[in-house]
């Protein structure tokens, strides 16, 4: 069974960092693109950033420059380290990853407030 465990969120002031975590179980993490997506409060859910099995990453225009995402598959676990954060990045974040169906984590909230 697969699941997916999100951690790392908080509350950080402006301007600040955090790294998110995810934490894959199940076989397969590793042939498999994985993905960071956002739900502020109110709004859709977005995409953040993904990577590739190869590691090729590419990330929303609003996070270019500040984020980065990586993946460690000897760990099964996939990162986001965010700097030079803004209220707007205020969200739940959420780790995705499709092997032959979609597979969500239950979310870490980041809080970017003074």
């Known amino acids: 069974q697969v699941q997916l465990v999100e951690s790392g969120g908080g509350l950080v002031q402006p301007g600040g960092s955090l790294r998110l975590s995810c934490v894959a179980s199940?076989?397969?993490?590793?042939?498999?693109?994985v993905a960071w997506y956002r739900q502020a409060p109110g709004k859709q859910r977005e995409l953040v950033a993904t990577?590739?099995?190869?590691?090729?990453?590419n990330y929303a225009d609003s996070v270019k420059g500040r984020f980065t995402i990586s993946r460690d598959n000897a760990r099964n676990t996939v990162y986001l380290q965010m700097s030079g954060l803004q209220p707007e990045d205020t969200a739940v974040y959420y780790c995705?990853?499709?092997?032959?169906?979609?597979?969500w984590g239950q979310g870490t909230q980041v809080i970017v407030s003074s």
């Open positions: 199940g076989s397969g993490f590793s042939i498999f693109p």
């Open positions: 995705n990853q499709y092997r032959g169906r979609e597979y």
């Open positions: 990577i590739t099995v190869a590691k090729i990453t």
